[in-house]
DNA sequence: TTTGTATCGGAATGATTGTTCCAAAATAAA
DNA sequence: TTTATTTTGGAACAATCATTCCGATACAAA
């Protein structure tokens, strides 16, 4: 039995015009309480995350969640792409601000450092997380990461064009090449900082990389 | 309440020496069903797979499956250290029975290309899963991932080094950090291949990286 | 104020989780 | 054959899972 809200029929009509009655206000911040389910999932994974635990740590009550965000898969969709939009908004900025490329990937390399040392928690990357969890399996996740993939690896391959266009970069280099071996290093160091964040190994590691742009 | 085994106790005096009675055998190879458990704990992750999952796909009884093997999270360790044994024995092999450092890396990368494109179910590499997924977490599997980073870079670096004390690379690179590098890089490389598995750009990406080594 | 409805706290649901237990069947040695 | 003990299938268990539902509360508009 489903309970259609027909008293909005009649209102339209006794008026003659739409009129709605707003209730009471939502009691806290949707970008907020996305954020927190963000952090969750990010450290902990979809399977490993319980609603219980996104109840509790929310601050929002279960049936809000619910309502504001449909079910578990639904709100983990939505905090993966939060994530996703802000971490490509930092790297593009990091990466196309700078006077050489060189600098650049420098600049977004530190950056990730930075997030490693920082983060006791050992949370990595979002992304390099659910590609691994979640390949094989879900299909709309994986039409995501490919994108990811071909809009990470095809940035990276343009600032590197745009250095050997400038003469910055050897005319014999190959940008798209050395984008997508840049792109899955940064991949790889995603993975190893979680287990080892010593940042001197960090760097050498980055500098060695870096040295096929030379 | 429990049922010690006293009988033994009373034939050993009977007898005058120590005397076994060997009932029913196992009617399972241990190391086949273990390395089904390997598969399915590789595809599908620790959390996401089930104890009724095992129980449907190692072909085995859930009592024996616990008598044998202990609980979940024993027969996933166990699994683990079986993959990574007989992972990290393939990668020695391929990469020090070569003539030359740096055809040693191209067949490890080929045979990693070859793998990724016969899988048809994406599976990648189960201790770069199982890096992404239980850190943070568990601390026994932490402590392991750790000795095989340390393991595996090592490894790296001593065929560089091998490579530069033969005159074959430059001397003025440092093996330590190329070693590092390669191997966050094939990290990488284990992730990205989940996501886009065409040879030729796996083979481009392989060809840049391991030109830190001319 | 009155009214309508969204939010809220928490109980309830049914499915699934990992694990234990048991009686019956099986089998190697005595 | 007898004996001892494991394997086996399946029932049973308590805990947790995602999700739904409900009565009470709160609040914006009328």
New interface residues.
């Given amino acids: 039995m489903e309970a259609l809200p027909k008293y909005r029929f009649f209102r339209y009509i006794w008026f003659g015009k739409e009129t709605k009655i707003m209730p009471r206000t939502k009691q806290f911040d949707e970008k907020e309480v996305l954020n927190k389910a963000v952090e969750l999932f990010w450290?902990k994974?979809f399977?490993?995350t319980s609603m219980q635990d996104l109840v509790s740590h929310l601050g929002i009550n279960r049936a809000s969640l619910y309502d504001t965000f449909g079910g578990k898969e639904e709100l983990f969709k939505k905090a993966f792409q939060e994530y996703r939009n802000s971490s490509s908004d930092t790297v593009k900025r990091l990466l196309t601000g700078e006077s050489s490329v060189k600098v650049g990937f420098e600049k977004l390399f530190d950056f990730a450092i930075q997030e490693t040392v920082n983060d006791e928690?050992?949370?990595?990357c979002f992304v390099?997380?659910t590609?691994?969890?979640l390949?094989?399996?879900d299909e709309s996740i994986?039409s995501i990461?490919?994108e990811n993939?071909e809009n990470g690896a095809e940035m990276f391959a343009s600032v590197i064009q745009d250095g050997i266009d400038r003469g910055e970069i050897d005319g014999s280099k190959?940008a798209k090449?050395?984008g997508?071996?840049l792109?899955?290093?940064?991949?790889?160091?995603?993975?190893?900082s979680?287990?080892?964040a010593n940042p001197e190994?960090l760097q050498?590691?980055v500098?060695?990389?870096l040295?096929?742009l030379d």
Same sequence: chains 1, 2.
Avoid: W
């Fill in positions: 450290k994974g399977h490993a928690s050992r949370k990595g390099v997380n590609t691994t969890e390949i094989p399996g994986q990461l490919c993939l190959n090449d050395i997508l071996m792109f899955t290093f940064y991949n790889g160091f995603r993975v190893v979680k287990i080892d190994n050498s590691m500098a060695t990389a040295s096929v």
